[in-house]
């Protein structure tokens, strides 16, 4: 009975194989031709879905468009209104550029939402998210610069034509752009300075009101009435035509220089490089011509010489015949 059923089986078992056998189909060959059409299919599938969505690009390009007349007519709108107020020049152009931005992103939004008609305003919005962390790793610096550039605009109390001082950096204000500042130095050449450096450094403005105290530091000699030069140098600055008058001239001894009684005088003039220049030098000149009329002596450079031993002298007779 056992080998009856072993035999049933094996029966069984080459039958089934055979089937098997006969069923198997070859794996097709590699051919260029199908490698060809279906590349073509596939070329003329996304061509055909373009033209499918050609009237939403028109339409998209169409949205774009008018979002920039919006753009411009708006901000002209807005520079216009803020004009006639006592708003100041920079913040003025901060509006412009913050409406600018507020309705290009509005467009782009909308023509997105055209041009993908799927896409979902919450979906734009979070996609936006996650690519602006990415893109603000990527470009730490210039978005640094673009959010120092509003700062500035908006608080920052220099304006164009303004000299500014940074650490090395002195020159006449040009233009503040969202992400640097130019800067035209007072021999004519052209400074690149980001926002981000003005904005982490000091910034002197030389010119935020009509004028701006000098100093200078002058000496009389040791020989001299030091307290009586003090009104003769006063008289003679104040006489000067480029300094400011209503705010004074002060004169006050400084302290005992290495040949001379330092003397510290103060004035105050036009606040701009050229200006100071100017007025220096006027000031200095009349000190000078004051000190040489009152017979008061401006000492130079004194120095005492020791030496360790006596030096020989020896009296020499010019009128003695050479041998």
Not at 157 to 166: L, R
Not at 183 to 192: A, F, I, K, T
Request: aromatic letters at 10%.
């Amino acid at each position: 009975m056992k080998i009856v059923l072993m035999a049933l089986l094996f029966i069984s078992f080459n039958g089934y194989a055979q089937q098997s056998s006969d069923q198997e189909i070859p794996p097709p060959a590699f051919s260029v031709e199908a490698a060809s059409q279906t590349l073509q299919e596939t070329v003329l599938k996304i061509w055909y879905d373009f033209i499918g969505h050609t009237p939403y690009i028109v339409v998209a390009i169409s949205v774009l468009l008018l979002t920039g007349i919006s753009s411009m007519l708006i901000s002209k709108l807005i520079g216009n209104m803020t004009g006639r107020s006592k708003m100041r020049g920079s913040l003025r152009e901060l509006t412009q550029r913050f409406a600018r931005i507020i309705i290009w992103l509005f467009g782009i939004l909308l023509a997105s939402l055209i041009v993908f008609p799927g896409l979902t305003p919450a979906k734009a919005l979070g996609g936006l998210g996650l690519a602006s962390v990415a893109i603000g790793f990527a470009f730490k610096e210039i978005f640094e610069n673009f959010f120092a550039g509003i700062l500035l605009l908006w608080k920052y109390p220099f304006e164009k034509g303004d000299f500014i001082k940074c650490q090395a950096i002195l020159g006449r204000v040009e233009k503040i752009s969202v992400r640097m500042t130019e800067l035209r130095q007072p021999d004519g050449e052209l400074v690149v300075v980001p926002n981000s450096f003005l904005f982490k450094n000091p910034v002197f403005v030389l010119t935020h009101e009509n004028s701006r105290r000098m100093q200078i530091m002058t000496g009389v000699a040791y020989s001299e009435d030091a307290q009586a030069a003090l009104p003769i140098i006063k008289k003679a600055v104040e006489r000067c035509e480029l300094i400011v008058k209503e705010k004074g001239v002060e004169v006050f001894l400084n302290g005992f220089g290495s040949s001379s009684m330092d003397i510290e005088v103060t004035w105050w003039a036009d606040p701009t490089p050229l200006g100071e220049r100017k007025s220096r030098s006027e000031v200095v000149g009349a000190i000078k011509q004051a000190l040489d009329d009152a017979g008061i002596e401006i000492p130079f450079p004194y120095r005492t010489l020791t030496f360790s031993e006596p030096l020989p002298v020896r009296s020499v007779d010019n009128n003695k015949p050479s041998q």
